[in-house]
């Protein structure tokens, strides 16, 4: 299922890209030579919450731990990891017995209160799953707890010293070339404390000693998982977008009212304010910006295709791209594949790092700038 949406997206953007100048795609309808061209802008008739699939599988980064921020209210926040080890395994090392287990999770991302003690429930996941086109929303198969351990939201290196009970109930599974398909990894959970860590999927590890030998196994699968259990309080005239937790902004703009129907289309330029002053994070509270925000159309079926990725202006985000011109062309000449348009975070083509990041958006209540698209047409 994930290759073939995959397939599909790119063959989307194929058809929206396929020629040097997008917006002509169609042109041939309409009579362009006595047109002139001019400039409509158009503020956007709604700003609203609306549900984007959000795969956090396979990403270079999985995310642990709850935390309660007052703008973005409540995230609770694990992680399945799975491991395999290196192809070929010495003599030593398969002839055991394994003496010392531990993974060693390298920090790569920080949310929340900077100074908070989290402790980390490690339970075992002992039925298949599947991480790989997996969402934010996906149930993964967790079993007993393994062991918890204790770490700060600061610590670069967390290190799990997996118990010598475990150790003993693996011990020929670890060493055997069964590992790969019988052992299904861990999934980690805060019990305590109020921040989201970041781990870096490229650089942890689960080190084994097994007679004298020392192996790294790496990971070979992950999936993030995140439920918002309450939500925080906002600015007037702003809208929260959260990477991660399977939310967008949907955008709407009225453009037959506009008159921009059947036009032909040479550039369309997305401007969205954002607020960065109205919310401050708490004393020592980390609340990273996204660096990247994308606006996606998706279709009637959920697939999403990123049309623009934005750009920083001061206290704008730009969102401007031929791929956006051409899918508005088609929107303009009324056969749009998409049914709705959403700013979101990341978007699920590989690679990609999992985040919480935040964002506040001018929504256009209370006074605030409305977010506005500008088209450069020729009527017909």
């Known amino acids: 299922m994930k290759s073939f949406r995959l397939l599909y997206l790119f063959v989307v953007a194929a058809l929206l890209t396929s020629c040097d100048d997008p917006s002509n795609l169609g042109v041939d309808l309409v009579d362009t030579t006595t047109g002139t061209p001019e400039i409509v802008r ?7 919450t609306g549900e984007v ?27 399945g990891l799975d491991f395999a080890s290196p192809v070929t395994l010495s003599d030593n090392f398969e002839a055991g017995p394994v003496t010392e287990a531990e993974l060693r999770l390298v920090r790569s991302y920080q949310y929340g209160d900077t100074t908070s003690a989290l402790a980390i429930n490690v339970r075992s996941i002992n039925l298949e799953w599947t991480a790989s086109g ?3 929303k996906s149930d993964i198969p967790f079993g007993e707890v393994v062991t918890t351990v204790g770490a700060i939201a600061q610590d670069s290196l967390v290190v799990v010293p997996l118990p010598s009970s475990w150790i003993e109930a693996n011990d020929v599974l670890i060493r055997s070339t069964d590992f790969v398909t019988d052992f299904h990894g861990f999934h980690l959970e805060a019990a305590e404390g109020n921040a989201v860590i970041g781990f870096s999927s490229q650089s942890s590890v689960m ?38 937790v399977g939310e967008g902004l949907e955008v709407a703009f ?7 129907i059947g036009a032909v289309l040479s550039r369309a330029v997305l401007r969205v304010a954002i607020d960065s002053v109205s919310a401050p994070a708490p004393p020592n509270f980390a609340r990273p910006l996204p660096s990247q925000v994308a606006l996606a159309g998706i279709t009637a079926d959920s697939l999403v295709l990123s049309l623009a990725v934005s750009r920083r202006e001061g206290e704008y985000l730009i969102f401007d791209s031929t791929v956006l011109r051409g899918a508005l062309q088609d929107l303009l000449f009324g ?12 978007t699920d083509i590989a690679p990609f790092d999992n985040t919480i990041d935040v964002v506040l958006i001018k929504n256009g209540s209370s006074g605030t700038t ?4 500008t088209l450069t047409i020729i009527k017909p």
């Open 53 to 79: 699939r959000d795969v956090t599988g396979n990403a270079r980064r999985s995310l642990v731990g709850r935390v309660t921020d007052p703008l973005a209210g409540t995230l609770v926040v694990s992680a």
């Open 42 to 48: 158009i503020s956007a008739s709604g700003v609203a």
């Open 335 to 346: 056969r749009s594949i998409f049914e709705r348009y959403v700013i979101t975070g990341h």
């Open 207 to 244: 080190r084994v000693v097994s007679g004298a030998d020392t192996v790294d196994f790496v990971v070979t699968r992950n999936l993030t998982r995140v439920e918002r259990t309450s939500t925080g309080v906002l600015p007037p005239g702003t809208s929260l977008m959260q990477d991660g």
């Open 254 to 260: 009225d453009y037959e009212g506009n008159k921009a």
């Open 370 to 373: 409305t977010p506005e698209m």
């Open 134 to 136: 997996s969402d934010s």
